[in-house]
């Protein structure tokens, strides 16, 4: 549980809790499976926080700094993401059905396993992310950045890269069925094993996955 010095500062509201981690920075806050259930929380410092299997359903997170903390297993549905940055954080097997997650940052996240199938991505940055088993289906990614994540064996049918660098992703073993690529920057990318079967590629993409097959 929460250890309560910790969630009876947090209890006080954001600014006492923000200057509280300002003054004593070596603090690990530990709010492990706190329940935050419709809390208002716009632009709180959760920076390093031990948060797994925590509830932040409908939490009000807009704005908030969650890089480096660890929300495994935690439940954020319909919760406000906006304009969070979520910069390696560890996300993985989170609950994120109706999340919003406009202009957030998950460069570097942990979001292996997670289901996202369906939404609105587009512009989102998750360069070095690990999507890892990730449930993608019909996904916009328009205009969003990849580089170098990890999306193997990925669940991406009919999921839309229209002009998504995806430079150097790992997609080994994903499922591209149907997906749009014809757009997307691939250069460097892992294709290996990847289903493309239907797949939208441009005749060049088609022509460098052909040739980097037939070396390997």
Request: charge should be negative.
């Amino acid at each position: 549980m929460a250890y309560q010095e910790h969630l009876d500062v947090l209890q006080q509201g954001v600014s006492v809790w923000n200057r509280w981690r300002e003054a004593h920075p070596e603090i690990v806050p530990d709010l492990h499976r706190v329940n935050l259930q419709n809390a208002q929380l716009p632009g709180i410092n959760l920076q390093n926080a031990e948060m797994g299997s925590a509830i932040l359903q409908n939490a009000n997170l807009q704005g908030a700094n969650l890089s480096h903390a660890r929300l495994s297993n935690a439940n954020l549905s319909k919760a406000d993401l906006r304009t969070a940055i979520c910069y390696s954080t560890d996300l993985s097997q989170v609950r994120l059905h109706g999340t919003n997650l406009t202009g957030a940052c998950f460069s570097k996240a942990l979001l292996n396993g997670v289901d996202l199938h369906g939404r609105d991505l587009r512009g989102l940055d998750f360069s070095e992310a690990n999507l890892y088993q990730a449930h993608l289906e019909s996904c916009d990614f328009t205009g969003s950045n990849l580089q170098h994540a990890c999306l193997s064996e990925a669940h991406l049918h009919m999921t839309n890269f229209c002009n998504a660098q995806l430079q150097h992703a790992n997609l080994l073993e994903a499922d591209l069925h149907e997906a749009f690529l014809k757009s997307a920057d691939l250069t460097g990318a892992n294709l290996n094993g990847a289903r493309l079967d239907q797949a939208y590629l441009s005749p060049k993409q088609r022509m460098m996955h052909w040739l980097h097959a037939l070396r390997h």
